[in-house]
């Protein structure tokens, strides 16, 4: 069953104009390398771009990115997928997944479709913006953390906790896990704690964990109360004062020539004129060609769905719905192999 469900989507995407690719790698409870993939197409049956899941695939040896690359490379050749057709791929931006020279994504881009686009998930981008926290508070954050990770790191300490909440009748029966990438969400990690701080500290006094001590120190618990009332303020003001820091220490990291949003703006408004297009000339005229067709206008207001737009006018305009679905199926986000993988 599982072959019949690969062939059929292996089918639909040689059936797309291009597809593109988000991919992770991890080890099992097994340490078994694994690499995920999921794929985003045009599916022609449905006429809109479709997200799914596409393989699992096992790393062997190491992971290194020439034995990624050979993975991917041999399941596709099983499987008569070409790389031509390749316009996008997302990964996390890890060394061997971007390296210079020797990342998967360059070895990638020198076999798939001339303008495939490289995206950095964007959650990672924004965790960026969370590195420099006021020291103030810093030091209560990072304690908060460990006690949090000394709990949840531990399936056992896990269940058991759980339990001692149930017996005591409390509002919640865990703590929240607390995650580097999904930054803006450490108030509720912080206002969980905080609301569970008698059970927390019992759990740590019988596991005799020094870290018991600081639910002791008033105004350690003072710092933690602050930081759970407002955390979600200071979410607010954190990103405000970064933007302008982030924007600069952005352009270290990626390119904005290379935006690939720049001069782009015709794919999602394209009944407003623009001077700013970097179409050919032939495109241009139909770009203008279609603005004024007062029945797609319809089409596009009632729709709303961009993908399925440009989909919809790929026979009439197929030049130009082209270069639209080269910007519209490459992945923004790493979030769909990470959701897999249970850390």
Known sequence: MSNDIENQLSEKIKKSIFYAIQLDESTDINNEAILLMYVRYVDTDLNDIQEEFFCCLNLKTY???????????SHF???????????GICTDRAAAMTGKFNGLVTRVQQIAHKNIISTHCFIHREQLAAKDMNEN?????NICIKIVNFIRASAVDTRVFKVMC????SGFKNL??????RWLSRGKVLTRLFELKTEVEIFLRDKKSPLSDYFENNVWLAKLAYLSDIFSILNELNLKEHLGRLREKMSKYFDPTKDIRKNCN???NLF????????????????????????????FRSNKNIGQFWIKVQNEYPSL?????KLLIPFLLHICVKMVFPH
């Open 176 to 181: 929240l896990l607390h995650t580097h990438v």
């Open 77 to 87: 050749q099983k499987i008569n997928l070409q790389f031509s057709n390749c316009i």
């Open 272 to 299: 407003v004129q623009s001077d700013q297009n970097i179409l050919s000339l032939t495109n241009e005229e139909k770009l203008i060609e279609l603005s004024a067709d007062v029945g797609l206008h319809e089409i």
């Open 63 to 73: 992971c290194t990115s020439e034995e990624i690359f050979k993975t991917i490379s």
């Open 321 to 325: 719905a082209e270069e639209a679905l």
């Open 166 to 169: 149930e017996e005591m009748g």
């Open 266 to 268: 015709w794919v999602i």
């Open 137 to 141: 508070l810093f030091d209560v954050l």
